[in-house]
């Protein structure tokens, strides 16, 4: 694999407890406002709250300057860098080797599984051509080698750059490494799946951009849940519909998320149904929104959100279990994608912790 150094910025450590944004899309429009007001220097002040004008993404380009002022961001050294950065949150930890990584080595070595929405890469490329920064790394897994596994023990091993613990529980830590062994670490890595950033990366090709910053991660290393698919729509017997469509409907004792994947969770009216009746080559998510919520409820507006926490209260819920590492091997090895939001891979990697220029 080919990647380079980092050149830019890393969040001071006395300001990292202020700074570091939680995962953009664990919170909506009205969620990432509330935090705002509540957390000033978040680094949310500097990405779109919702649906970016011209206005936003000068001002989120004004709250970027005024970080790099006050001294909020400093140079980690003087010069290039890499970073080994954990995140560990509700007891679950990811680990990643930071590092720019050429634009052409997505398509080649570094495969998405995911499908793209176009009106969200537009979207995030209007920023990258205002704002000029990227800080939340791409998240790529890979096969585990010993070559990373020996450069994230010995880093681990250090004194940390920075260790923060945000209100909620979950930290981030950072230790910098020497970017030349970073790359050599690397280098024998030949394949990774991009698991997080999707559209970023979309948008990095669309915006003209030589590099995407990116955390490898093994994929021995990686925690996951699925999506809730949630509608307010007041739907008549879903259950009935759904079974006449070709599926198996079960009553469920209560509100459970699935244990696998090959069969999902409908909520409807305040009772549980178990649903299923397809291969386990075919994804849960191209069935709930194809053949479930468009197809047999005639569904096109619903809500997509991660699967963490308790389940959703709405008039319809769909819940669903990620699909394991070896399907998304297999998928990306067929040359197929998923449906947008198939998959999250928890924890997110952190924006506000670099500030990188593009």
Same mark, same amino acid.
């Given at each position: 694999?080919?990647?380079?150094?980092?050149?830019?910025?890393?969040?001071?450590?006395?300001?990292?407890?202020?700074?570091?944004?939680?995962?953009?899309?664990?919170?909506?429009?009205?969620?990432?406002?509330?935090?705002?007001?509540?957390?000033?220097?978040?680094?949310?002040?500097?990405?779109?709250?919702?649906?970016?004008?011209?206005?936003?993404?000068?001002?989120?380009?004004?709250?970027?300057?005024?970080?790099?002022?006050?001294?909020?961001?400093?140079?980690?050294?003087?010069?290039?860098?890499?970073?080994?950065?954990?995140?560990?949150?509700?007891?679950?930890?990811?680990?990643?080797?930071?590092?720019?990584?050429?634009?052409?080595?997505?398509?080649?070595?570094?495969?998405?599984?995911?499908?793209?929405?176009?009106?969200?890469?537009?979207?995030?490329?209007?920023?990258?051509?205002?704002?000029?920064?990227?800080?939340?790394?791409?998240?790529?897994?890979?096969?585990?080698?010993?070559?990373?596994?020996?450069?994230?023990?010995?880093?681990?091993?250090?004194?940390?750059?920075?260790?923060?613990?945000?209100?909620?529980?979950?930290?981030?830590?950072?230790?910098?490494?020497?970017?030349?062994?970073?790359?050599?670490?690397?280098?024998?890595?030949?394949?990774?799946?991009?698991?997080? +950033?999707?559209?970023?990366?979309?948008? !990095?090709?669309?915006?003209?951009?030589? *590099? @995407? &910053?990116? %955390?490898? =991660?093994?994929? #021995?290393?990686?925690?996951?849940?699925?999506?809730?698919?949630?509608?307010?729509?007041?739907?008549?017997?879903?259950?009935?519909?759904?079974?006449?469509?070709?599926?198996?409907?079960?009553?469920?004792?209560?509100?459970?998320?699935?244990?696998?994947?090959?069969?999902?969770?409908? +909520?409807?009216?305040?009772?549980?149904? !178990?649903?299923?009746?397809?291969?386990? *080559? @075919? &994804?849960? %998510?191209? =069935?709930?929104? #194809?053949?479930?919520?468009?197809?047999?409820?005639?569904?096109?507006?619903?809500?997509?959100?991660?699967?963490?926490?308790?389940?959703?209260?709405?008039?319809?819920?769909?819940?669903?279990?990620?699909?394991?590492?070896?399907?998304?091997?297999?998928?990306?090895?067929?040359?197929?994608?998923?449906?947008?939001?198939?998959?999250?891979?928890?924890?997110?990697?952190? *924006?506000? &912790?670099?500030?990188?220029?593009?």
């Amino acid at each position: 694999m080919k990647t380079e150094p980092l050149s830019g910025l890393v969040v001071a450590p006395e300001w990292a407890h202020a700074v570091i944004s939680p995962p953009y899309d664990a919170l909506d429009e009205e969620g990432r406002r509330r935090f705002l007001d509540d957390h000033p220097d978040s680094f949310l002040g500097a990405l779109p709250l919702g649906v970016p004008d011209a206005t936003d993404l000068v001002r989120c380009a004004q709250r970027v300057a005024e970080f790099r002022s006050s001294g909020q961001f400093r140079s980690p050294g003087g010069g290039p860098f890499a970073a080994v950065t954990r995140v560990v949150e509700g007891g679950v930890s990811i680990t990643g080797v930071v590092v720019d990584v050429p634009i052409g080595e997505f398509g080649t070595a570094i495969s998405g599984h995911e499908r793209t929405r176009p009106a969200r890469v537009d979207d995030l490329a209007a920023f990258l051509h205002t704002v000029r920064v990227a800080s939340s790394p791409v998240t790529v897994a890979h096969p585990p080698s010993p070559t990373t596994t020996n450069l994230v023990d010995e880093s681990v091993g250090l004194t940390p750059l920075l260790d923060s613990t945000a209100d909620d529980g979950s930290s981030v830590t950072v230790w910098l490494v020497d970017p030349d062994e970073a790359v050599d670490a690397l280098e024998p890595v030949e394949t990774g799946i991009i698991i997080d +950033g999707h559209h970023r990366t979309a948008a !990095a090709v669309a915006a003209g951009s030589s *590099s @995407v &910053v990116s %955390a490898f =991660v093994p994929s #021995d290393g990686l925690g996951a849940t699925g999506f809730d698919r949630v509608s307010q729509a007041e739907v008549v017997d879903a259950p009935k519909r759904i079974a006449a469509a070709g599926f198996t409907v079960e009553p469920l004792d209560g509100p459970e998320r699935p244990g696998s994947s090959g069969r999902v969770h409908l +909520g409807w009216e305040g009772a549980w149904y !178990a649903i299923s009746g397809w291969g386990e *080559s @075919v &994804v849960d %998510a191209e =069935v709930v929104d #194809d053949r479930i919520l468009r197809g047999a409820l005639d569904i096109t507006d619903f809500e997509v959100r991660p699967g963490i926490g308790p389940l959703p209260s709405a008039p319809l819920v769909i819940a669903s279990h990620p699909p394991s590492w070896e399907t998304l091997e297999t998928m990306v090895g067929r040359g197929l994608t998923m449906p947008p939001k198939s998959t999250y891979f928890t924890p997110k990697m952190r *924006s506000g &912790v670099f500030l990188i220029d593009r």
